[in-house]
């Protein structure tokens, strides 16, 4: 079902920006509905820090219709920066100030007051483990709670949509995950995250949808499983109770990849339940139960190389 204008937080039609005779987005269209986790995925100079600048006002646009929060970024800025908070690919942290005086410098920003800003402070620092590291300057954080700390910022203001570009770039595994785990917080808070990275793995965690941006143009959208879908690879793994089973099996099914030794079978598959039902009922015409079932699909590797490292024709024969 498609999302009312209540149920979009952001929405764009037509998207267009170019430098001089560089065309860096080429007509995208994008939706992304409230409360959830929207990835934009992309090579390096894919237009993905573009299209998170223009949807932030940062930058205009050349054309296209653009609402954030049910605003024109061209013609109420101020109404889209009162709805949304960005975290850049770099922190925004002030090294000379502790952890809590960025915040607090935050919340004067945002002309909360004295005692509601530092009440937001500390409720912020507790969120996120860095109560004990408060009094400490920023210069002396590691990196992932540097990135803690400079998303504790962009939340001081309360938005409702929040930019993410690229937020654990750099972060070692472990600092990446306590990082997706707050993500994950936000957006069950009824937060509505826009997520530019190149990790396919956070995408794939992460994304209620994925977006894959090429060149200016979007290639391909869907969840994880659906992208999946769209490059070869896939199958369902079929094991079977003995070798008579496996023989009836291949002999109904044709096109497998038969293993005598672990009496299996595997056959080609999108993984999708319509195929899965016509695997199951072309077993069931010659009465035979296979013991176990798995699907194996393409991961978002196999996808992204799909769909932005092969020539122009290559690409199409995937769309």
Do not use: C
């Not at 690229?166 to 009824?190: F, H, K, V």
């Not at 196999?302 to 490292?309: I, M, S």
């Amino acid at each position: 079902m498609e999302n009312t204008p209540a149920q979009t937080a952001i929405q764009a039609v037509g998207l267009r920006k170019s430098y001089g005779d560089t065309v860096v987005l080429d007509g995208i269209d994008l939706e992304v509905a409230r409360g959830t986790i929207f990835a934009l995925l992309g090579p390096n100079g894919a237009g993905k820090t573009t299209t998170v600048q223009i949807l932030s006002t940062l930058i205009g646009a050349d054309g296209g219709d653009v609402r954030v929060a049910g605003r024109d970024p061209a013609a109420d800025p101020d109404g889209v920066r009162r709805a949304i908070g960005v975290t850049g690919q770099y922190s925004a942290v002030d090294d000379l100030l502790t952890g809590r005086e960025n915040l607090i410098l935050m919340a004067d920003l945002y002309r909360l007051g004295r005692a509601e800003g530092r009440r937001v402070a500390d409720a912020l620092l507790e969120r996120f483990g860095l109560a004990e590291a408060a009094r400490r300057t920023a210069a002396t954080y590691s990196g992932g709670m540097r990135r803690r700390l400079d998303l504790a910022m962009t939340l001081v203001g309360g938005p409702r949509i929040i930019f993410l570009d690229e937020p654990t770039t750099g972060l070692d595994p472990r600092s990446r995950r306590t990082m997706w785990d707050i993500i994950r917080g936000l957006a069950a808070d009824g937060v509505t995250i826009f997520l530019t990275t190149q990790y396919l793995e956070e995408a794939d965690r992460l994304a209620d949808r994925i977006a894959v941006l090429d060149r200016g143009r979007l290639v391909a959208e869907g969840t994880a499983d659906e992208l999946k879908r769209l490059v070869p690879g896939g199958h369902v793994l079929l094991r079977f109770a003995g070798p008579d089973a496996l023989d009836a099996a291949a002999r109904a099914l044709g096109d497998a990849v038969r293993d005598d030794a672990e009496l299996t079978l595997q056959v080609p598959s999108d993984g999708g339940v319509r195929s899965l039902r016509a695997l199951l009922a072309r077993l069931e015409e010659v009465a035979v139960e296979p013991e176990g079932l798995s699907v194996h699909l393409p991961d978002l590797d196999d996808v992204f190389l799909a769909l932005t490292g092969r020539p122009d024709d290559a690409k199409a024969a995937v769309r």
